[in-house]
């Protein structure tokens, strides 16, 4: 049978055996328009009174709304505009409203980027500004300490805002259960120092921070503690589904909203593993999730439950931006084939490395299958580039990546392997018993 699976903007097709396993997740079609099913929520939220009834009793200062970066496909042009009249009707002048990008550690955005995530209206109307994890005379510190006992420093216009709404999109989530909510506060508005302290080797170790996993997992403590110290007034939670079409959101307090849309993703994006697969293949998203190697990373690890100990498991993602940070990429070449060393030093080390989190969780792959097992296939990177990463390259410069991809499969895959698809990649993350 054939199956597409997601690459840069569009699909890479390929044959595999009819008795694969296909895990695809379950999202309905959208019931109503983008903006009514924003609107409903927001007027009808979770444990909180209506947006606007709130908004009237707001603080002095900006109402800032929170919105996530580019690596998200949150599709904000087709619902920010009502949102934003929703906001002005309850008496908010729109010289009061500011845009705040939660970047993390991630790259600011372009203005191109910013008209395609918003639309041309919300950008020549609204003041909208990229958080600077590294920018100190950007950060307020907070009294109090986060859950783990680190010092809370936060975006100052956030901070000082007189209404604080955060939206973002909940999706299943390799280190922290699943996207969304407290996230876009910490890591999308924390300091570079909370950021590695976040990503910190202690709190990736535990084996329950993965994919589903709420309760008693370090990253979700952490950063819902972060947000609840913040004040978060109001909270948008989104649920896309496999066309990145809204389908449900979730509005009103902080963590009951959030634990709702978790709740919901679960039953259509988490199937459960029957059983362990001899090989694996998965895509790591699609654009815009797969435009790094460091981005592609979810989807690698996002399949794990799904395959044997010493199996083998081929993903493909675009890498149109490259391997990633230059200290993601320094870091990568610098323990090429080492990635045990450098578990050992990171271990040993309390000093974290920007971006060594990612290794960190690539490792996970690395542990289960080997390190001759892991296989990804890109035309973004030249094949000595991918090796240098702890992964064997899929050869793909003279016949492109769907028949680099078919020809490894047909190698791989025999009549009495066991093979596993996951075509959405990390946005279907298959759950273990």
């Known amino acids: 049978m054939k199956t597409q699976l997601l690459y840069a903007s569009g699909a890479v097709e390929v044959t595999v055996p009819d008795g694969a396993t296909v895990y695809s997740s ?44 580019i690596t998200r496909p949150i599709p904000y042009a087709r ?139 370090p990253c979700h403590l952490e950063a819902l503690s972060v947000a609840r110290s913040t004040g978060v007034d109001f909270t948008l939670n989104i649920v896309l589904n496999q066309k990145r079409q809204i389908v449900r959101t979730f509005a009103g307090e902080l963590d009951a909203s959030h634990r709702a ?56 993602g675009s890498c149109s931006e490259g391997v990633g940070s230059p200290d993601y990429r320094a870091m990568m070449f610098e323990y090429s084939g080492r990635w045990r060393e450098f578990l ?15 290794l960190q969780m690539q490792a996970r792959a690395l542990e289960k299958v080997g390190d001759g097992n892991l296989y990804f296939a890109t035309e973004g990177l030249a094949t000595d580039e991918v090796n240098k990463l702890s992964m064997r390259a899929v050869r793909v410069r003279d016949c492109g990546v769907r028949t680099a991809v078919q020809e490894l499969l047909d190698r791989l895959v025999g009549k009495e392997t066991s093979l596993a698809v996951i075509p959405e990649g990390p946005y279907c993350t298959p759950i273990g018993g």
């Open 261 to 316: 849309a978790c709740d919901s993703v679960r039953t259509y994006a988490c199937p459960k593993v029957e059983f362990e697969h001899d090989v694996v293949l998965t895509s790591c998203g699609g654009y815009p999730l797969d435009t790094t190697f460091y981005q592609c990373v979810k989807g690698m690890v996002s399949c794990l439950p799904a395959v044997k100990d010493g199996g083998a498991v081929i993903s493909l």
């Open 26 to 69: 379950s999202y309905p079609r959208p019931p109503a328009p983008p903006n009514d099913i924003v609107m409903e929520a927001i007027r009808n939220p979770i444990g909180s009174q209506a947006l606007g009834t709130m908004l009237k009793k707001r603080r002095p200062g900006d109402v800032v709304i929170v919105v996530s970066d």
């Open 79 to 217: 619902f920010l505009k009502a949102m934003i009249e929703e906001i002005v009707s309850a008496g908010v002048p729109r010289e009061e409203i500011l845009i705040l990008i939660g970047t993390g550690t991630h790259r600011p955005s372009s203005a191109a980027e910013r008209r395609g995530m918003f639309g041309e209206e919300i950008c020549s109307s609204y003041r909208i500004l990229d958080h600077k994890a590294d920018d100190d005379s950007e950060l307020v510190e907070l009294e109090g300490k986060s859950w783990s006992g680190s010092r809370i420093k936060l975006n100052r216009h956030l901070v000082r805002a007189g209404f604080r709404i955060i939206t973002g999109l909940v999706e299943p989530h390799f280190m922290a259960g699943f996207s969304g909510g407290r996230k876009a506060i910490c890591p999308g508005l924390v300091s570079m120092e909370m950021l590695r302290s976040f990503h910190g080797y202690e709190f990736l170790a535990n084996p329950l921070a993965q994919n589903g996993q709420l309760d008693d997992n």
């Open 344 to 358: 050992n030093h990171i271990r040993a080390n309390p000093e974290v490395r920007k971006d060594q989190w990612e």
